[in-house]
Every structure is written in structure tokens, then in C-alpha cells.
């Protein structure tokens, strides 16, 4: 009798035991199944193939600067905007950062919050802004269009001297994002050592986000560009233009935004992210894109010329000894102008130049790997000027035709902002190629 009880103990133990993870893979090793994943083209991006190709100059080094060398790389697969950034969707993040700052610091009222999970007065105290509300409540208007919680909101309006004419005008100065980032490089080069903890690799910083609209002014001496300045973010006849006036720092804080916002939407649906972080391209990822998979091409329509077989000029950029307007513009053009490369990517040379991940370093081809090449730096604000210098690619606007050449590269500081100068965002691609079927 005791050992038909100890038998059936063990046969208990044992259906147990197999209760557990794996309880189907009769004791092999099987891998922890996840769910099933297809990868999807994010909206407004244009998925760019891996490859790989000759990175630099077609042409003979005519400054003989003996720099600009010629190096076979490859680039895995990635998604990228397919136009520059345009003001709508950086007004977007603006709002964003408005509408957070009115909530948690001058409204406090619980109506514009969640809880977690649903409950209204969780044991932890945290609690999320509900957007959703906020998008059917408006904070600035009320559903007649009139102003709505003036009296709480009016510190974040200018005060005193600064009022024209009495108006409520927000304090630009006051709309900052605060955010924290891995700096995975820095973690890899002290992988070992004991004395540092993971704090030490995270990047903390408090970017003002509300672009220089004083760049039409101070970028051109002498040029009478207040209409550009009082309008061109503003008015909702630029809403598809590329935004200009932002610094590699803002345009770094926005890819670290876009990337938290599609992270809130992923945990409302109860859903994993389903891509990597939003990252500026880095210069190599925008010279390949730009190209669009043409080989020893100067411009990224493939040919030699900047001019079409009519005479038509493929770009907006300043052609001749000065003509801004003979390419269509006096200014940058929407975002969507003239024919993308066969990338299906608008405007990756001319309009306006734009920002990469990539830190300057004159001869940075003859140190950076052949694989996904980048020399990527963290500038501090005690470092020093020659070290807060990033790669500009592409072109602008108001620079003559070299400048739109694939290889062409130049660099601008940091902390610096232009009026010929905006950005677009690249993201990963999780896997070999999208065709395939995982």
C-alpha cells in the first residue's frame, strides 16, 4: 500500500513538473516561441534594401584635400522618411510638448489623466496624461473656438513688457523636452569594468524644441526676410515645407519623441513594439538612400547633369551666379516636389540640407568600419568647439550645384541652427530582407 502511495506521488511530481515552460518538448530544448511577426513599412517611410556600394566621390578630387576616398561599404536594410520633415509634423511634437507642460505643471486637474490598468486610484500614484481626452477637450479652445482655461494658462503666456498688444502669445522659452537615452557606444567601451554602473551610460538632456524662426534674419545679412521669419513655421501655407531652424540636438530630441509616442500607442493596444527607435540617418545610410541603387551616379536622378534633357533644373538649389528662382522657388519648396530617386525618396538632394547621426571627421572613410560605417560622438557642452561638429548631406536651397552631389559632405555645429538646414528619420529593418516570410 505505501508504495502504491509513492507511486502515485512521483506520477503527481512529474505531471506537474511538465506543467511548466517547454511542457511539450518531451525534455528537448525547443526555444521560447513568441508571437508571429511580419514587418510592416512605417507610415510616411519608404523601405530602403540592404546593399552595398561604393561610398565617396565619382569624380577626380578637385581640391586635392586628399580625404574624400573612395570605400566599398554595406548597409543593412532600413526604413527612411520619404521627405524631409515637414513643419506639420514638427509642430506636432511642439504641441505635444505644449499641451504636456499646460497639464502637469499649470492645470493638474485629474480629468486629464489615466491610471494604470483602468483604476482611478492605484496604490502606486502613477498616472498618464489621456491624450484621447485631451483630443476631444481641447486645452487652448473650447468646442466654440473661444479660449478655454485662460486664468490657469496665463503664466505660460509672455509676460508684462515682453505682451504686444496685449495678446496671449506663448512663451516659446518655456517649451522644453526633457529626456534620457543609452549611449550604447559609450557602454561598449567600458564592457568590464566593474567601477561603472548603468547610469553612468545614460545620456540626460533638456532641449528647447520651438525652432529659430530668426534664422531668415541672422543666416542673411542684409536680406529682407521678416516675412519668412513672422511665417514660414507659423502660417498654414508652409504646413508641408520643410521645417528649418532646428539643431542636430532638437532633431535628435524629436527621433527620441516619435519613438516614445509610438511606444504609448503600441501599450494602449496591449501590443509590443513592433520596430526599433527612430534615429537621424547616419551619413553613409543618406549617401546609399540617395543614390537609390544606381552605381557611380552624381546626383540621386542617376545622371550627370542637373539639368533634363529639356533644360529643366532637377532640384531646388541656387543655379547659376545667383538665380534663386529659376528652378521654380525663391525659398525651399514643399516637401514633395519634383520626382523621387528610385528609392521612391523626394528631395534627397537640394531644398534643404539635413542633419545626420554622424559626427564630422575629415577623414573618417580611412577609420570607420566597411560595415554600416558611422563615427558617431556624444558632444558635452564643455567639449570643445571642433568636437560638437555633425555631417551635413544633401544640399540646400541656397547652395550652388555641387553641393547636391551624393558624396558631397560638409558639417555644421550642434547647437547651431540654419534656415537651409532641416532632417528626416531612418529606422531599422529587423531582418534580412522585408520579402521574406518569417
Given at each position: 500500500m505505501r508504495f502504491f502511495y509513492f507511486l502515485v506521488f512521483v506520477l503527481a511530481v512529474n505531471v506537474f513538473a511538465g506543467c511548466g515552460s517547454g511542457?511539450?518538448?518531451?525534455?528537448?530544448?525547443?526555444?521560447?516561441?513568441?508571437?508571429?511577426?511580419?514587418?510592416?513599412?512605417?507610415?510616411?517611410?519608404?523601405?530602403?534594401?540592404?546593399?552595398?556600394?561604393?561610398?565617396?566621390?565619382?569624380?577626380?578630387?578637385?581640391?586635392?584635400?586628399?580625404?574624400?576616398?573612395?570605400?566599398?561599404?554595406?548597409?543593412?536594410?532600413?526604413?527612411?522618411?520619404?521627405?524631409?520633415?515637414?513643419?506639420?509634423?514638427?509642430?506636432?511634437?511642439?504641441?505635444?510638448?505644449?499641451?504636456?507642460?499646460?497639464?502637469?505643471?499649470?492645470?493638474?486637474?485629474?480629468?486629464y489623466y489615466v491610471h494604470p490598468k483602468g483604476t482611478t486610484a492605484p496604490k502606486s500614484g502613477k498616472r498618464y496624461i489621456d491624450w484621447d481626452y485631451v483630443a476631444k477637450n481641447p486645452i487652448w479652445v473650447n468646442k466654440k473656438g473661444a479660449p478655454n482655461n485662460t486664468n490657469k494658462l496665463q503664466t505660460m503666456f509672455y509676460q508684462g513688457d515682453d505682451r504686444i498688444f496685449d495678446r496671449d502669445e506663448i512663451d516659446v522659452r518655456m517649451l522644453k523636452y526633457k529626456y534620457d537615452a543609452m549611449d550604447l557606444r559609450l557602454a561598449s567601451d567600458y564592457q568590464g569594468d566593474v567601477t561603472k554602473k548603468r547610469s553612468d551610460f545614460i545620456r540626460h538632456d533638456t532641449v528647447s524644441v520651438y525652432p529659430d524662426t530668426l534664422v531668415w534674419l541672422h543666416n542673411f545679412t542684409y536680406a529682407a526676410n521678416e516675412p519668412m521669419t513672422q511665417g514660414y513655421f507659423s502660417h498654414p501655407s508652409f504646413q508641408d515645407y520643410p521645417v528649418v531652424g532646428v539643431t542636430w540636438r532638437q532633431a535628435v530630441a524629436y527621433t527620441v519623441w516619435r519613438t516614445r509616442y509610438y511606444e504609448r500607442y503600441r501599450h494602449k493596444i496591449h501590443r509590443e513594439m513592433d520596430r526599433l527607435q527612430y534615429d537621424l540617418p547616419t551619413e553613409a545610410e543618406f549617401e546609399y538612400a540617395a543614390r537609390g541603387g544606381r552605381i557611380g551616379s552624381n546626383y540621386p536622378w542617376g545622371g550627370p547633369y542637373i539639368k533634363n534633357a529639356r533644360g529643366c533644373l532637377l532640384a531646388n538649389f541656387k543655379p547659376g551666379r545667383g538665380n534663386y528662382s529659376d528652378d521654380g522657388s525663391t525659398y525651399p519648396v514643399k516637401v514633395r516636389s519634383y520626382f523621387p530617386n528610385d528609392y521612391g525618396l523626394y528631395n534627397m538632394a537640394g531644398n534643404v540640407a539635413e542633419w545626420t547621426s554622424s559626427a564630422y571627421d575629415a577623414a573618417a572613410s580611412s577609420f570607420v568600419s566597411d560595415l554600416a560605417p558611422t563615427f558617431r560622438y556624444n558632444a558635452k557642452a564643455t567639449d570643445p568647439e571642433i568636437m560638437k561638429r555633425k555631417v551635413v548631406r544633401g544640399g540646400s536651397w541656397k547652395d550652388v550645384g555641387w553641393f547636391l552631389q551624393n558624396s558631397s559632405r560638409t558639417y555644421e555645429y550642434q547647437d547651431t541652427a540654419k534656415a537651409y538646414i532641416g532632417f528626416r528619420c531612418v529606422t531599422a529593418f529587423e531582418g534580412r530582407d522585408i520579402r521574406d516570410k518569417h
Open positions: 511542457s511539450n518538448s518531451r525534455g528537448e530544448v525547443t526555444g521560447v516561441r513568441q508571437r508571429a511577426f511580419r514587418a510592416t513599412v512605417p507610415y510616411g517611410m519608404v523601405y530602403v534594401p540592404g546593399g552595398s556600394f561604393l561610398m565617396g566621390p565619382v569624380d577626380q578630387d578637385i581640391t586635392f584635400a586628399q580625404v574624400e576616398d573612395n570605400k566599398q561599404v554595406t548597409i543593412p536594410p532600413f526604413f527612411m522618411d520619404e521627405t524631409e520633415l515637414s513643419n506639420s509634423k514638427y509642430r506636432q511634437f511642439v504641441n505635444w510638448v505644449r499641451d504636456s507642460i499646460a497639464i502637469t505643471q499649470y492645470l493638474k486637474d485629474d480629468k
